[in-house]
Structure formats: C-alpha cells, structure tokens
C-alpha cells in the first residue's frame, strides 16, 4: 500500500484520512486489474498513479477550494480528477463523461465497488450533452483533454453565469492562451486567475481558471469536427 503521503501532504496541506487512503488504494487495485483488460493508462506504479494521476487531480484545490459544488468533469478517462475529486470532497455532485465507452464502463465498476454517491458516468459527447444541460453545473473541469480552445468552447456552455472552467494544463499553457487568440472574449469567460506549480517530480503544471461572465452565445459549442480544424493548435 502507498505510503509516501508527505508529497500529499506538502502539496496540499493536509494528509488524507485514513478513509480517503482505504479507497485510493481499493482505486489503484481496481485500475490495474482492468488496465489489464483494456488500456485505461499507460501509467501503472503504484508510485506514479499516486503522483501523477492522483496528487495531479488535486492540486487545483489549492487555489479554489471544493464544498458542495455541482461539477461536471470533461474526458474524465478511467476518472481522473472526477473518482478522485468525489474520494476527498464526498459532498460535490459529479457528472463523469467520456466519449470512449470502455473507459465509462470502467468508471461504473469503480462507482459501485467504491460505494461513491452522487455521481454518475455518462457515455456521451460533450458538444451534444451541453445543449441539453445548459447552464446546468457550477463548475465544469477538465485534465489534459484538448487544445485550451478546444476544450473551453466545449466545456463553457455548461457552466451557470459566474461558474467556473477549470482547465488542468501543463507547462505548454500560455502558448496555448496565446494561440487560442479571443476565444475567451467570443464565448464570455474570463481568466480570473492561473495556478503555476514548478516541477516537484513529475512536471510544472499550470491550471487555468476561468468565470463565466454571460450565456453562452448560441453559435457555441459548434461540431467538434469544425472545432478542432479552426483550433490555434493549428498555428501552434
């Protein structure tokens, strides 16, 4: 069983319960025996999934503090940071969606097996989901999904008005912002604040967090297909 929960510790100032440790170590057994099955991650140490999946889904907290927020989680994968969010901050309402079937399956199980409420996976496409559950949620996240332009005209619609979008990135952030040009000006966010956290041992991270300031335009979200070929990815 893990038991380096000083860098939990140091990152985000309080240890986890004892609670808390009996589900991510029941978590981690469970994603290894179905990684097995079908890919979910290529990272597998007990050491790394701590570090690189869990720790990592946390550390946004810092800066925003959870309560009992309504959240929908973007390409959540095999459940990072929403199985994560919902083990340390039991109170939060969470959607999980993902496109990919096979990993949606996988969060079930992991739903069931970890005894978690309050939450619920969706097998569904985020550009679809968000006409139908507009302005739903107070918080919409995402980790290491797409392109920051990408994700934002896909996320913000679900957002309520003075919601938040935040955006889990790595050190490649600010060449994202500047490629994404105004995109936050043509769907009505704001950046209120970024979080940059140097290199611990597994990467700098810089998480971006953005208000919603008005509805979203109806143009918004368009088909991902005509998203992703206007993305400032392509500039990049």
Do not use: C
Not at 146 to 173: C, H, M, N, Q, W
Not at 185 to 213: C, H, M, P, S, W
Request: net charge positive.
């Amino acid at each position: 069983m893990f038991n380096n929960w000083k860098i939990f510790e140091s990152n985000l100032g309080f240890a986890p319960s004892e609670t808390i440790k009996i589900k991510l170590d029941k978590y981690y057994k469970i994603l290894l025996a179905e990684n097995a099955k079908y890919n979910l991650t290529r990272i597998t140490s007990e050491k790394e999934v701590y570090e690189k999946h869990f720790l990592d889904s946390l550390l946004f907290t810092k800066e925003h503090k959870l309560s009992n927020e309504k959240i929908i989680d973007i390409g959540t994968g095999p459940g990072f940071p929403g199985i994560v969010l919902k083990i340390f901050f039991p109170e939060i309402e969470i959607t999980l969606i993902d496109s990919n079937n096979k990993k949606v399956n996988f969060l079930n199980i992991l739903i069931e097996k970890l005894n978690l409420k309050k939450i619920t996976a969706k097998h569904v496409r985020a550009e679809e989901l968000a006409r139908i559950e507009n302005e739903h949620y107070d918080i919409v996240i995402s980790r290491a999904v797409a392109y920051l332009d990408v994700i934002l005209e896909l996320g913000v619609r679900f957002t309520k008005i003075e919601g938040k979008v935040i955006l889990l990135k790595g050190p490649k952030a600010d060449e994202e912002i500047l490629n994404s040009k105004n995109i936050a000006e043509k769907l009505k966010v704001t950046l209120t604040a970024k979080q940059i956290l140097k290199d611990t041992g597994f990467g700098e991270r810089i998480n971006l967090f953005y208000t919603k300031t008005k509805s979203t335009p109806d143009l918004y979200p368009r088909e991902y297909a005509r998203i992703v070929k206007e993305s400032g990815k392509k500039h990049a």
